[in-house]
C-alpha cells in the first residue's frame, strides 16, 4: 500500500519550490494564490531569502506547508495515497493532499499556527534538545524527576527508536540533558529553534488554534490520515479536529505512527516536500522489514 508522509518545520531551504513554480502551471497558479492570502510575497523569501529570513517561524511554516502540499498535488495521477500522515506541521499539509481541508484553509491554518506559537515562545525563553541511544521510559523518567510546574520539560517527539525530542523552559531542558547523558544517553543535542514545541508552554497558542480549527470546515478524506497524537488512522472530520487542537500541546508519536501504518499494510512510502528527515525515520522505525521502501517524491 502507498503511504504518503509530510515533513515538519526544519527541512526549509533556500531555493525551495522554484524549480516547480518554473517548470509547473499548476505549481505557479497555486503559490501566487498562497502570496494573495498571506498578504506578503512568501514564493521571494522561499526562493531567493536568506536562512534567516526563511527561519522565521511566519514563514518557515507556510513554506514547508506550500513546498509539501504543492509538490504532492503536481504529481497528478501518480498522487494515489491509501494513507497519510504528517510529521508536527506536517499533518496540516497531509490533511489537504488528502482533501480533508482546502488549499486555502489549510494555508490560513497553518500561517495562524505559525503566529500563535512564535507569540507563545516570545512569552516564554523555551528551547528543545534532541536525546540519542536512550530508552523512552527513562526519558520519560528523567524528565518528569526535572519537571515543576513553573520549569517544564517533557517528551515532545518521539522520532524513531533511540532518538527522542525533549522540550520546556531552557533551565529545565539543560538539567535534564545533563541527567539524561549521566543516565547513558550518547548526546544531548540543543535544537536551533525558538520555543518548546509540543509542550505544556504552547497552551497559549493551542486557544489561539482551537477558536480557528472550529471555524474551519473539514472534509472527509479520500484516505485514512494518522494523527500524531494517538498514532492512529482517522477519517471523521469532527475527531481530525479534535487531535489537531490537541497536537500542538501533546507529543509526536511517529514511531508509534508508523508502525501502525505499517501494521496496516503500508509499504511504499514517499516523502512529499523539502528534505528527506522522514524517509530516513522511517527506515529505522521499519529496520529489518525488506517489505518497507521510503523514498523522496523526486525518486
Not at 531551504?13 to 498562497?34: H, I, Q, R, W
Not at 521571494?44 to 504532492?72: W, Y
Not at 515562545?121 to 523555551?126: F, K, L, M
Not at 500542538?248 to 516523502?271: C, H, K, Q, S, Y
Request: overall charge negative; proline content about 5%.
Amino acid at each position: 500500500m502507498k503511504a504518503f508522509v509530510f515533513p515538519g518545520q526544519g527541512a526549509q531551504f533556500t531555493g525551495m519550490g522554484k524549480d516547480l513554480y518554473e517548470s509547473n502551471p499548476v505549481a505557479k497558479d497555486l503559490f501566487d494564490k498562497a502570496n494573495e492570502i498571506l498578504g506578503f510575497r512568501i514564493t521571494d523569501i522561499m526562493f531567493e531569502g536568506t536562512d534567516e529570513e526563511l527561519k522565521q517561524t511566519k514563514v518557515t511554516q507556510p513554506a514547508v506547508f506550500l513546498h509539501s502540499v504543492i509538490s504532492a498535488l503536481c504529481m497528478g495521477e501518480a498522487f494515489q495515497p491509501e494513507m497519510v500522515a504528517g510529521h508536527s506541521l506536517g499533518e496540516f499539509s497531509a490533511l489537504v493532499a488528502a482533501g480533508a481541508l482546502t488549499f486555502e484553509d489549510g494555508l490560513t491554518l497553518v500561517y495562524k499556527r505559525a503566529m500563535a506559537m512564535q507569540k507563545a515562545c516570545e512569552a516564554a525563553p523555551s528551547t528543545m534538545a534532541a536525546i540519542i541511544a536512550l530508552p523512552d521510559e527513562k526519558i520519560e523518567e528523567i524528565c518528569a524527576e526535572v519537571s515543576t510546574a513553573d520549569n517544564v520539560v517533557v517528551a515532545a517527539n518521539y522520532n524513531c527508536p533511540g532518538q527522542v525530542v525533549i522540550s520546556g523552559n531552557i533551565e529545565a531542558v539543560n538539567s535534564a540533558c545533563e541527567k539524561l547523558k549521566a543516565a547513558g544517553a550518547k548526546r544531548a543535542l540543543p535544537l536551533k529553534v525558538g520555543g518548546a514545541f509540543h509542550s505544556p508552554l504552547m497552551k497559549p497558542a493551542q486557544e489561539e488554534l482551537q477558536a480557528a480549527i472550529e471555524a474551519t470546515t473539514f472534509h472527509t478524506p479520500k484516505c485514512p490520515v494518522y494523527q500524531n497524537v494517538d498514532a492512529k488512522a482517522h477519517t471523521a472530520p469532527e475527531e481530525i479536529k479534535e487531535n489537531l487542537i490537541a497536537q500542538l500541546t501533546a507529543p509526536v508519536r511517529w514511531t508509534n505512527e508508523v508502525v501502525n501504518m505499517i501494521a496496516d499494510g503500508a509499504t511504499d512510502f514517499t516523502e512529499c516536500g523539502p528534505g528527506k528527515v522522514l524517509q530516513g525515520l522511517v527506515a529505522k522505525i521499519a529496520k529489518g522489514n525488506e517489505a518497507v521502501t521510503a523514498h523522496s517524491i523526486e525518486a
